[in-house]
Each structure stands twice: as structure tokens, then as C-alpha cells.
């Protein structure tokens, strides 16, 4: 699967994926250690919470990587003539205008106007030009935009 990222939210990424491989590793491995030196490990609460954790580690390690690899950077673009990912653009709902950026889905934050391009109302936007009007299926209703700028 391809993942959309900016260029800053591809290197957080790489050092989230650089504590968990180091730092996370080494602090779940050392409460395994303690947990089975308290004996049993059949009736061991921390043993079993340790071995849990331990999974998400590795679980979340493996999805990482996979973004990691599977990445496409996205550039902001300026000036094109139709909505892409990783252009802003202005679109009016009610008269109301909004502000709002394509995004791939690991960096979406619809509170502050980054919506993912594999979002409903993302990828209503996609290929749009300025005067389209554009309707959106959301959870609470449909939901009418026009835009106005791209910027």
C-alpha cells in the first residue's frame, strides 16, 4: 500500500521507528527478563503483560517499516489548477469559507484543515478546479462545498 507523507512527517516517523527498535526493545526485553526470574510464568500477571507489550512493539515496529518503505513524499504544490494531494485550497460551505490541505492518511487532522486524500470529503476534492461544487457524504449528513482558491 502506498503511503502519502511530507517530508517532516517521514523523518518523525523514522524516529519513532529508531526508539522502538532501540530504546522500547530494550525496555520491554528487560521486563520480560525481571518478570521470569519471578518464577511461573503460567500464573505471572507482568510476564503476560510484558509478552503483550512486547507484541505491540513488534507489531508496531513491522507497520512503521512498512510506511517507511512504502512511502511517497508529497510536495506542496502551488499553483496548480486542480486539487492534488498536498495542495491548500480554500472552499466555502454556507457561505463560510475553510481552509484545508490534502494530506495522506498518517498525517490527517480534519480539526486543523488536513484531510486525508482517502477521506470521503478528501477525495471528493481530488481533481477539482476553482468553482466546482462538490458534495460530501459525511456521518451527520451531506455536506455542499464550492471552491474558491487554490492555492
Given amino acids: 500500500m502506498q503511503h502519502y ?3 517532516k512527517k517521514l523523518e518523525e516517523l523514522k524516529a519513532e521507528l529508531e526508539h522502538y527498535r532501540g530504546a522500547k526493545r530494550m525496555d520491554v526485553a528487560e521486563r520480560l527478563k525481571r518478570a521470569k526470574e519471578l518464577g511461573d510464568l503460567s ?5 503476560m503483560e510484558a509478552r503483550n507489550e512486547q507484541q505491540f512493539v513488534e507489531m508496531h515496529i513491522s507497520e512503521l517499516e512498512d510506511i517507511v518503505k512504502n512511502c511517497e513524499i508529497i510536495t ?3 499553483g496548480t489548477k486542480t486539487v492534488e494531494i498536498g495542495t491548500t485550497f ?4 454556507n457561505g463560510t469559507p475553510y481552509t484545508y490541505t490534502i494530506v495522506g492518511g498518517n498525517e490527517s487532522k480534519p480539526s486543523e484543515g488536513l ?3 482517502e477521506s470521503p470529503m478528501g477525495s471528493a ?4 478546479k476553482v468553482g466546482d461544487a462538490i458534495t460530501v457524504k459525511t456521518p451527520v449528513g451531506e455536506s455542499k462545498f464550492k ?3 487554490i492555492k
Wanted: negative net charge; hydrophobic residues 35%; without cysteine.
Fill in 5 to 7: 507523507l511530507t517530508a
Fill in 90 to 93: 480554500i472552499a466555502e460551505k
Fill in 115 to 117: 484531510i486525508s486524500n
Fill in 43 to 47: 500464573e505471572n500477571s507482568e510476564y
Fill in 147 to 149: 471552491i474558491t482558491t
Fill in 76 to 78: 506542496m504544490t502551488h
Fill in 125 to 128: 476534492f481530488l481533481g477539482k
